[in-house]
């Protein structure tokens, strides 16, 4: 951890860029801070507003768009939040099998898997923040959220990569 921030601390100052490093700790209640940390570590994050008000912060994981839903927030001030909720999904051609899904949950520790009415599969990872968790330790969330969206990328699509290369041996197959 400590070598990726000081490659990435190096990087911006030699492209001109002053870095501040973020707070030492973070949390769902302070979703400015949770923006930082992640642009500190190279993340494009963009906040904006969920359909109930609460915060939600966009941002890309190892090449898949991911949103982070805060929760635990008063419902009037739609402030206080105290968790947050990792998220991305994955658009396949044909419906996926509930099972196989499933299956992502049990394969990986954190993660959890659910079918959209289309029946792509998305993946959700919760942190608890409470008043405040290491920023390093949120940021090593993230990273392993990115790795896990690689992997699952990789189960989720393998019957349609399969198709599409048996297709492209056999356009290549001498006639």
């Known amino acids: 951890m400590k070598k990726a921030v000081i490659v990435a601390v190096l990087a911006m100052q030699a492209a001109g860029v ?11 209640a302070d979703p400015g ?20 008000g609460d915060p939600m912060i966009s941002t890309e994981l190892n090449g898949w768009p991911t ?3 805060f929760y635990g927030c008063d419902e ?12 991305a999904g994955f658009d396949r051609a044909k419906p996926w099998n509930g099972e196989e899904a499933m299956k992502i949950s049990e394969k990986f520790r954190f993660a959890a ?7 792509d599969p998305w993946v959700a990872w919760d942190i608890l923040t409470g008043d405040g968790i290491p920023t390093k330790v949120f940021l090593r969330a993230m990273r392993e ?12 699509f393998a019957e349609e990569n399969a198709a599409e ?6 356009e290549a197959a001498p006639q």
Not at 18 to 28: F, G, H, I, L
Not at 41 to 47: F, L, M, R, S, V
Not at 113 to 119: E, S
Not at 165 to 170: D, G, I, N, R
């Open 76 to 87: 009037t001030t739609h402030q206080g939040c105290d968790a947050l909720r990792l998220e």
């Open 113 to 119: 898997t659910y079918l959209d009415k289309d029946g």
């Open 18 to 28: 002053q870095a501040a490093a973020p707070a030492a700790t973070v949390s769902a």
């Open 67 to 69: 949103t982070i839903y």
């Open 33 to 52: 801070a949770i923006v930082e940390a992640l642009d500190f570590a190279g993340y494009k994050a963009t906040i904006a507003t969920d359909d109930l």
């Open 165 to 170: 290369e048996s297709a492209v041996e056999e």
């Open 145 to 156: 959220f990115g790795s896990t969206l690689e992997s699952v990328s990789e189960i989720a």
